[in-house]
């Protein structure tokens, strides 16, 4: 059974600071998302990493995987109050192809202060 | 552009009761799911759908019932309600769903339904 771990779930960091978001699973798959969830809102996609090795960066966002360690990491630079919000990473649980099963970590929520 | 449109945005029900979500994507996508978000607990799949006429259970798929008779809706509902089902529940769409394409296509979700249960 898959199972998929973000760390931290709660985070607090000032205006300018730079932090990493964990997302750890425990079983084979190449297909990671990481999304984002403003309060009471829906979920924006922020990043689809396909592949061992991929970085995808996208204004102070950047995110990478790798598949060997099981790891995909969400950096961020020079935070922003703008970018407080819950941000959650999904696993493809289904190895063998067919549909997106994803399986959710718990999310992280990020507070920036100014 | 509607995308994916969920109805109704809020609901109280009191215990026993019965209702139906409904959940329309205008992107003709093949692939729909249903899921409920719960306070500290991610996002967690009830059942999903490969296409017209066809369902399968997800990760926490009791006391949920869900059809597919036309590709762009899915219904999910609740027979008889209980306080365990209160959350929001999201629905989502996928324009693929198998490992013979490699399009980066993420699911996209709709506003989600609050859903509260007396």
């Known amino acids: 059974e898959l199972k998929v771990e973000q760390n931290p779930l709660f985070l607090s960091m000032q205006e300018g600071k730079n932090y990493t978001i964990y997302c750890n699973y425990s079983?084979?798959?190449?297909?990671l998302y990481w999304y984002r969830q403003d309060p009471g809102k829906s979920l924006e996609s922020l990043f689809v990493?396909?592949?061992?090795?991929a970085v995808k960066q996208e204004g102070r966002l950047m995110a990478s995987l790798d598949t060997k360690a099981r790891l995909s990491t969400l950096h961020i630079t020079a935070a922003v109050h703008d970018l407080s919000a819950t941000y959650f990473c999904a696993v493809d649980s289904n190895s063998r192809g067919g549909s997106e099963k994803l399986v959710f970590g718990k999310g992280t929520k990020l507070t920036v202060n100014p | 552009n509607a995308g994916v449109t969920q109805t109704p945005k809020f609901r109280v029900l009191k215990t026993g009761q019965s209702m139906t979500l409904l959940c329309a994507q205008d992107m003709n996508h093949e692939y729909m799911y249903w899921y409920r978000q719960d306070p500290g607990m991610g996002l967690r799949l009830i059942h999903y759908?490969?296409?017209?006429?066809?369902?399968a259970k997800g990760e926490v798929p009791d006391g949920y019932n869900v059809s597919r008779l036309k590709k762009q809706n899915f219904l999910l509902g609740l027979e008889s309600a209980a306080p365990s089902q209160t959350s929001v529940y999201f629905c989502a769409s996928s324009a693929h769903g198998g490992r013979t394409s490699y399009s980066n296509q993420p699911q996209h979700f709709g506003d989600g339904t609050r859903l509260s249960i007396l």
């Open positions: 990493l396909l592949s061992n090795g």
């Open positions: 079983t084979t798959s190449d297909r």
């Open positions: 759908s490969v296409g017209e006429g066809t369902t």
